[in-house]
């Protein structure tokens, strides 16, 4: 080739530069360039690393609204940001003890449909996702009795007594424990009927016994709850020979084996409700330890223990909660008795692959109400923090902090 540029070639080189340079212009003035250009380079044209895909489409005459975007990468470091697991929600389960609509309180709720005994209870009760009760009555029609004319210790609440749970948003209760057949099986069914028709979920009692046996699940937040409940308690003879048996669960370990690992399987939280132990005693019986020990082997979130009709300690079984008696909640009490008129509910949050977190919300009952302390009510506090400090000891111990601002005292394992 002849190195030497003639001045025809230099022209049509100049020619060919200017024609470039031209079309270079139009394109950057054209909308599509305009697009384009408005949303930056791509990130193979940032970091020199050719046409991407999406460009070489475009020069073969894919239109832009076609091709899609190609994610930016961070700039630090290059690396897409960490995936944060989203935490399981947490569910409280604020539980009660003993609840009667039998005499005095029965009579109240015939008086006046509407009326609320857990009306004095704090934001603590009421901002609950779920609310337990142990109902120590039978709901049923007795001509306007709710107490035997010959016999204090039989009783029942009246059917309306169904509405007042609801109203009050109790979730569940329990309806296995010594009052259940005070006026026999056909009122245990009509508490069935009205329980069922006021839509309050329970547990341990049936038309047969395998429904006596089988837990109620209720739904917060997503996430299953499954309540056994038993007792150990029975106020007509020996409960194996006595007809009751074919109707309500009885605190039998073996036959609720089965039932607790099926529930553990399918369910996201599995508790017991328990009413056994003695009486107006501030410590559980040996009974009462055998059984709580045996069903927390089988691996339930919490115990929930009633009838003594005082408060009991809490103890702990692997970082899991006992509550072994919460004492009375809506009951009548005895002057002779000062700790019939003072308990606490507890508030029990519950998380998946977490621990059971607790605190405690002390009252104080006036005739069968409960009343929740003031948050500023430090003396009363102070003083029933002590208590269950003491109370705690006989099962093994627990950490008891100052009032929160619920005016609750939050409980923790001793170590």
Request: contains cysteine; hydrophobic residues 40%; positive net charge.
């Amino acid at each position: 080739m002849n190195a030497r540029m003639t001045p025809a070639r230099a022209c049509s080189i100049l020619l060919c530069g200017m024609l470039l340079a031209c079309r270079e212009h139009a394109d950057a003035e054209s909308p599509r360039a305009q697009s384009r250009g408005s949303r930056g380079p791509s990130p193979a044209q940032s970091h020199g690393s050719g046409p991407s895909p999406a460009q070489a489409e475009l020069a073969g005459g894919v239109t832009q609204a076609a091709i899609p975007l190609e994610p930016r990468l961070p700039e630090a470091g290059g690396l897409p940001p960490p995936v944060v697991p989203e935490q399981a929600p947490i569910i409280v389960l604020a539980a009660g003890g003993d609840v009667s609509f039998g005499r005095e309180c029965g009579q109240a709720i015939l008086k006046d449909v509407k009326y609320d005994p857990f009306a004095g209870l704090s934001q603590a009760w009421s901002s609950a996702d779920l609310r337990f009760i142990n109902l120590e009555s039978q709901l049923s029609d007795q001509n306007g009795l709710t107490q035997s004319p010959r016999n204090r210790l039989i009783f029942t609440g009246p059917p309306s007594g169904a509405d007042v749970l609801a109203r009050a948003k109790v979730s569940l209760v329990s309806t296995a424990n010594n009052h259940a057949w005070d006026y026999g099986k056909s009122a245990l069914f009509e508490t069935i009927d009205n329980l069922t028709r006021a839509q309050v979920a329970f547990a341990g009692t049936g038309r047969d016994v395998e429904a006596a046996y089988r837990p109620v699940v209720v739904q917060a937040k997503g996430h299953s709850v499954a309540l056994f409940a038993v007792t150990q308690i029975w106020n007509q003879g020996t409960f194996s020979d006595h007809e009751g048996r074919a109707h309500v669960a009885w605190a039998d370990v073996d036959r609720l084996k089965t039932g607790i690992a099926r529930a553990r399987r399918e369910r996201d939280f599995v508790i017991v409700s328990y009413h056994g132990g003695e009486e107006y005693i501030d410590a559980p019986v040996d009974r009462t330890r055998r059984f709580v020990k045996a069903v927390m082997a089988l691996g339930v979130d919490a115990i929930i223990g009633h009838h003594p009709h005082v408060p009991q300690g809490i103890g702990w079984f692997g970082g899991r909660p006992v509550f072994y008696s919460l004492g009375n909640f809506v009951f009548d009490t005895h002057a002779n008795k000062p700790w019939t008129k003072q308990s606490y509910f507890v508030r029990l949050q519950l998380q998946k692959g977490v621990a059971p977190v607790v605190s405690v919300c002390p009252y104080a009952l006036e005739g069968h109400r409960p009343r929740s302390f003031a948050n500023d009510d430090v003396s009363s506090l102070g003083r029933f923090r002590q208590h269950l400090i003491n109370w705690s000891t006989s099962v093994g111990g627990s950490k008891v902090a100052t009032v929160d601002e619920l005016g609750c005292l939050p409980v923790a394992p001793p170590k």
